[in-house]
């Protein structure tokens, strides 16, 4: 498998606009899980799904954010409008629970978000 | 889920085990503890997970106290590029939170 894709690696976007991040999960897996991380704030869960569904959004920070899953294989999460204060990077995640390794997660490589 | 404490840096010569302590005293009895890498730049890696017992896989062991508070990773040969963040994570449900982690640098 390909592992986790995310797309794109790279997105700089000018304050005010919108700004759409894609996922591909591993083929299979049932979670899925949309991470931000800057220096000030480390690593944070925004979102995370469960055959699609959306399970629990407490780390989205304000109404800008949103986050869709249509189906198995796609997700995307989208700001708008965007903010300087959005620049990070942006992992995607993914996971299977069998009963053994419940919490193990396979990350994709990130998408490094600039706004100005 | 239980709070984790990890030293902030640690350094370890090339070919020389790694020892990257987790203190977890506030764990419960159906909570794992899991261990995560980042490399610079790129997406954390899943290395070692345990409940109660000892582990070991091709990447570490986990060596997890009798009282469960604490445990340690342990990387038995280092190399340059095992240098990234180490997270230790103890959870019992669908999130991992992930806390400051500790920077190994691994030097020649």
């Known amino acids: 498998d390909a592992g986790v894709i995310q797309s794109p690696r790279h997105e700089v976007t000018e304050m005010g606009q919108e700004v759409t991040l894609r996922c591909k999960p591993i083929?299979?897996?049932?979670?899925l899980f949309w991470y931000r991380q800057t220096m000030m704030r480390g690593l944070e869960l925004l979102i995370y799904?469960?055959?699609?569904?959306?399970?629990?959004d407490s780390g989205m920070p304000e109404d800008r954010f949103s986050a869709k899953m249509p189906n198995a294989s796609f997700s995307t999460l989208k700001i708008q409008p965007s903010e300087p204060r959005d620049s990070a990077v942006y992992f995607c995640a993914s996971s299977l629970v069998p009963t053994r390794s419940p919490y193990e997660q396979y990350f994709g490589p990130g998408t490094r978000l600039t706004v100005t | 889920d239980a709070k984790t404490t990890q030293p902030p840096s640690m350094d370890c010569a090339e070919g020389r085990a790694a020892n990257l302590p987790c203190n977890h005293s506030t764990i419960s009895g159906n909570e794992y503890v899991y261990w995560y890498r980042q490399i610079h730049s790129q997406g954390p890696q899943y290395i070692i997970h345990?409940?109660?017992n000892n582990e070991t896989n091709e990447m570490a062991s986990l060596i997890i106290t009798e009282d469960r508070k604490s445990s340690t990773l342990i990387l038995p040969h280092a190399t340059l590029r095992d240098t990234a963040v180490y997270y230790c994570i103890v959870t019992y449900t669908d999130k991992l939170i992930f806390g400051t982690g500790t920077r190994l640098q691994v030097f020649p």
């Open positions: 083929s299979g897996h049932d979670y």
């Open positions: 799904f469960n055959n699609n569904v959306p399970i629990d």
């Open positions: 345990g409940l109660k």
